[in-house]
C-alpha cells in the first residue's frame, strides 16, 4: 500500500484585534481636535492682540491730542510784539479744512501783526482746564478753558477774558491738525442745552432759594467774552 503525503496545514494571518482599530481612530481624531484648538487659540490671540493695540492706538491718541491742543491754543492766543508773526506762521502751519480760511481772514481783516507791533501789545494765555470730550484713533474733540490776558505798551489793561473754545482736530500722519475751532459764549452754550417749555402735570418742582424782594433789581449776567488773536 503506498504512503500518501499529507500536505501541511496552512496557518491563516490572525486577524487585527478591534482594540487596535480603535486606539488608531482614536489617536487620529485627537490629533485633529488638537489641530482645531490651536486654530482656534491662534485667532483668539490674534483677535485680543488687535483689540488691545487698538485700545492702546486710542487711548494714546487721547493723549496726544489733548497736549497738541493746549500748546496750540497758548501759541494762537498768546503773543507780543517781537513773535506775533511767527506765532502766526506756526498757527497757519497745523490748520486744515474750514479752520485755515477762517483764521487767515481773521488775521488779515485785522491786520493783527502790523497792530500788535504798532501798539506793542502783549497777549498771555493761561489754560486753566482741558479734556478730550471724545476721541478716536485719528480724531479728536478737545474742550479747553482759558484766560487770555491784553496788555498794550504802557502795561495797560486791556481786557482778561475767560474764555471756552473746542478744536475739532484729525491726524494727518504724526501730526494733529485742527479742523475747526468753536468759541463757545454763554450763547452758544445755552444753544446746545434743550429748554423745556412745559412742565408735565404730575411734575413737582424742586426746592430754591427764595426769590429776592420784587423792588430789588435782578443781577445782570456777567459777559462771556471769547478770545480773539486782535488786539
Given amino acids: 500500500m ?5 500536505s501541511a496545514p496552512r ?18 481624531l485627537g490629533l485633529i481636535a488638537l ?14 492682540g488687535f ?34 508773526t511767527e506765532h502766526i506762521d506756526q498757527s497757519m502751519s497745523v ?12 488775521i488779515t481783516d485785522n ?3 502790523a497792530e500788535v507791533r504798532k501798539q506793542s501789545v502783549v497777549s498771555e494765555v493761561t489754560i486753566q482746564d482741558a479734556g478730550v470730550v471724545t476721541n478716536t484713533a485719528d480724531t479728536s474733540q478737545v474742550l479747553i478753558f482759558m484766560n487770555q490776558s491784553v496788555t498794550r505798551g504802557n502795561k495797560e489793561l486791556v481786557s482778561i477774558n475767560p474764555s471756552r473754545l473746542t478744536f475739532d482736530m484729525k491726524r494727518e500722519g504724526d501730526r494733529w491738525m485742527i ?40 443781577p445782570a449776567p456777567g459777559p462771556s467774552v471769547a478770545p480773539v488773536p486782535t488786539p
Fill in 2 to 6: 503506498s504512503a500518501r503525503s499529507e
Fill in 35 to 48: 489641530g482645531v484648538v490651536l486654530v482656534a487659540a491662534i485667532a483668539v490671540t490674534a483677535f485680543l
Fill in 111 to 113: 491786520n493783527l501783526a
Fill in 11 to 28: 496557518s491563516e494571518p490572525a486577524p487585527k484585534s478591534t482594540g487596535s482599530r480603535f486606539a488608531l481612530r482614536k489617536g487620529r
Fill in 51 to 84: 483689540r488691545f493695540t487698538q485700545g492702546r492706538g486710542v487711548e494714546d491718541a487721547r493723549a496726544s491730542s489733548l497736549a497738541a491742543a493746549r500748546d496750540y491754543a497758548t501759541t494762537m492766543f498768546g503773543y507780543n510784539a517781537e513773535n506775533v
Fill in 179 to 218: 479742523n475747526s475751532i468753536e468759541v463757545i459764549t454763554d450763547d452758544t452754550f445755552r444753544s446746545k442745552i434743550e429748554v423745556v417749555e412745559s412742565l408735565p402735570p404730575d411734575a413737582k418742582p424742586l426746592p430754591g432759594p427764595s426769590s429776592a424782594p420784587s423792588g430789588a433789581p435782578s
Fill in 95 to 106: 490748520l486744515t479744512g474750514p479752520a485755515k480760511p477762517e483764521y487767515t481772514k481773521l
